[in-house]
Structures are given as structure tokens and as C-alpha cells.
């Protein structure tokens, strides 16, 4: 774990967003699940996708780290 600049403390759904440099990714209790590759990342929903940033746009990933929304959006928030 000392591998991370940060670890967000808030787990949701047994996963955690981790910050290694300018990228995030995401851990649980067994290690790397998905490699530092985003700009930025939000917390994994009950149904199972989180929000990712790849070049300035906002899309969606599984707890594979499979792109299920193309990054297309200017905000991670629906409004």
C-alpha cells in the first residue's frame, strides 16, 4: 500500500480509489484490482460502475475496469 500517493479512506462496495502520480485506480482487500490509468475516479455504485476521467472527459467503468460508458461527459454528475 505504501505503493499510492493517496488512498481514499472512504471504501465503497469492499473497493478503494488509489492515487499513484497523476492516475487512479482502484484496490480492495486483496491488492490492484484496477491500475492507476485515470485522471480522475469516484467511488463504485451499489450497482456496480464508478466514474472515471480519461482526457478531460468523464465516463464509466466496471469493477473489471471495462469501459461500460465511453468517456463523453464534462461532469461525473448527472443532473
Known sequence: ?????????SEDNGYFAVQRGALWGYIN?????IDPQFAAAW???KSG????KI???WGFIDKAGH???PPQF???VCQ
Open 67 to 69: 469501459i461500460v460508458i
Open 49 to 52: 460502475f464508478a466514474a472515471v
Open 43 to 45: 467511488h463504485f455504485s
Open 74 to 76: 464534462d461532469s461525473p
Open 29 to 33: 482487500s486483496g491488492g490492484v484490482v
Open 1 to 9: 500500500m505504501n505503493d499510492y500517493d493517496e488512498i481514499d479512506p
Open 55 to 57: 482526457n478531460d472527459r
